[in-house]
């Protein structure tokens, strides 16, 4: 297979004969091999493995994102990746960076929610005037 991590601004790494991959999906763990159906997944925040001809594994951490196969391109796209070979490290930079996002993102919309229920009622008190 050949396998392209891709984030919003760059192509964080390009591999081919990728013989197994293995993602974090919503649905749990998910493993592709090369004549797996074609298929798509929303991904979360784990780690990704994906193994080359020669056995070697490799991991990177990556942010909620998708994946999507189609015949033997993989294409994953994330908005951040981190690659490395320790898991231990991965796995905390996982909770540290990615999962800390999600709750600063999650205040920024409470907070978006807000200005926009005032933003509402402001405009039908003046329309109603």
Avoid: W
Avoid at 1 to 6: E, P, T
Avoid at 19 to 31: D, F, K, P, Y
Avoid at 39 to 60: K, M, N, Q, R, S
């Amino acid at each position: 297979m050949h396998l392209k991590i891709l984030l919003p601004f760059e192509i964080f790494a390009e591999r081919s004969a990728v013989s197994r991959i293995v993602a974090e999906t919503l649905q749990g763990s998910m493993g592709i091999l090369p004549r797996r159906l074609d298929c798509v997944a929303a991904l979360v925040p784990g780690i990704l493995l994906f193994e080359d001809g020669d056995g070697g594994e490799t991991y990177v951490a990556v942010d909620e994102g998708v994946l999507v196969k189609k015949g033997s391109q993989v294409l994953v796209s994330v908005r951040n990746a981190i690659g490395g070979d320790d898991l231990g490290l991965l796995r905390e930079a996982i909770d540290r960076e990615f999962r800390n996002l999600d709750d600063e993102a999650r205040s920024v919309r409470q907070v978006l929610a807000k200005m926009e229920s005032m933003f509402i009622r402001r405009f039908v008190r003046y329309q109603h005037g």
